[in-house]
């Protein structure tokens, strides 16, 4: 049975949906989410997995970039996501300064994120300078997924947010860390922002699939941010995003209808008012105790 027509039934889509797309040269679908309204939504949407990206530091938390963020953040972040049960695997960043001091420290957060955060995977960014670190949360049995190219914890030492691996010797270097990454025992790979055929040629090459962001569609599967996808974040817009939808303007519209409407006594309108005394109930039972008016009680739509 085709993975869609499995999640359309209810059923649990596990991290082998990785391996599995590939080996069926199936495309991965993945999005970012951060708390639980996002994941509902990419859940509903039909996502292959979610990943509670560092992007949070910057599209819902306000820093210039990632470095700011903290393990705090990102199971605070992850648990919301979690809560929404949203049966696909649920993949986290590890934040800048997490993995970086020894492998201990490595694990220690990691599994942080999975007991606490309740995370399947863990994402780590960088290539051969992260051999140890990989290997050591692989021996823990900790899921992780790889990240190269343009990799933003990395924006110090970039000099800025650049196209990665343009050049003949970055390229080799960027193929040589994936075959390594792989060997490592990551489960999957993003790329983010290198030319395209550098990224086909990686897909072509290593036996784990390859998700990318700003890589072209010779990846095995393409990762975007839900606030750049969906038109929220409307800060800065790379050239790798889709918008699929502009609900910022949307929400700003709305936003200055309510205000418009809240000033010109407009709103609340009689429907959205309560009488003196409940009528109808007398047993003081809510509207209906199996739905989600039961679960309002007293303020669900239909409430006296
Ligand atoms: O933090 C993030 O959202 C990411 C994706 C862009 C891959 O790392």
């Not at 590939?22 to 989410?33: C, E, H, P, W, Y």
């Not at 780590?124 to 933003?152: D, N, S």
Request: aromatic share 4%; with cysteine; proline share 5%.
């Amino acid at each position: 049975m085709a993975d869609e027509a499995m999640a359309r039934q209810g059923k649990t889509l596990t991290l082998s949906v990785f391996s599995r797309r590939k080996r069926d040269g199936n495309k991965l679908v993945v999005l970012t989410a951060y708390d639980l309204t996002s994941a509902l939504i990419a859940a509903a949407g039909g996502v292959d997995a979610i990943l509670v990206g560092d992007s949070v530091g910057m599209v819902v938390l306000g820093h210039n970039n990632t470095l700011p963020v903290t393990m705090a953040d990102m199971v605070h972040h992850c648990r919301a996501v979690v809560r929404a049960r949203p049966r696909v695997p649920v993949i986290v960043d590890m934040p800048y300064g997490s993995f970086h001091v020894s492998p201990e420290a490595t694990v220690a957060n990691a599994l942080g994120l999975i007991k606490e955060g309740g995370a399947h995977a863990v994402k780590v960014e960088g290539g051969q300078q992260r051999r140890e670190v990989i290997q050591a949360l692989v021996a823990a049995e900790i899921p992780v997924m790889g990240h190269l190219g343009l990799t933003p914890q990395s924006v110090n030492r970039l000099g800025g947010y650049k196209v990665q691996g343009r050049e003949e010797a970055a390229a080799r270097q960027l193929r040589d860390e994936a075959r390594l990454l792989a060997e490592w025992g990551c489960f999957a790979l993003v790329l983010e922002c290198v030319p395209s055929s550098l990224a086909e040629q990686v897909s072509a090459e290593v036996p784990i699939p390859t998700i990318g962001i700003g890589a072209g569609a010779g990846c095995d599967g393409q990762v975007l941010v839900f606030h750049d996808m969906l038109g929220l974040f409307t800060g800065l817009k790379p050239k790798f995003v889709k918008r699929y939808a502009e609900l910022g303007t949307a929400a700003r519209d709305a936003v200055a209808r309510y205000a418009a409407e809240v000033r010109g006594g407009e709103f609340p309108a009689p429907e959205h008012t309560y009488d003196e005394k409940p009528s109808g109930r007398t047993d003081g039972s809510p509207a209906n105790v199996s739905g989600q008016s039961g679960y309002l009680g007293d303020l669900a739509e239909d409430g006296k």
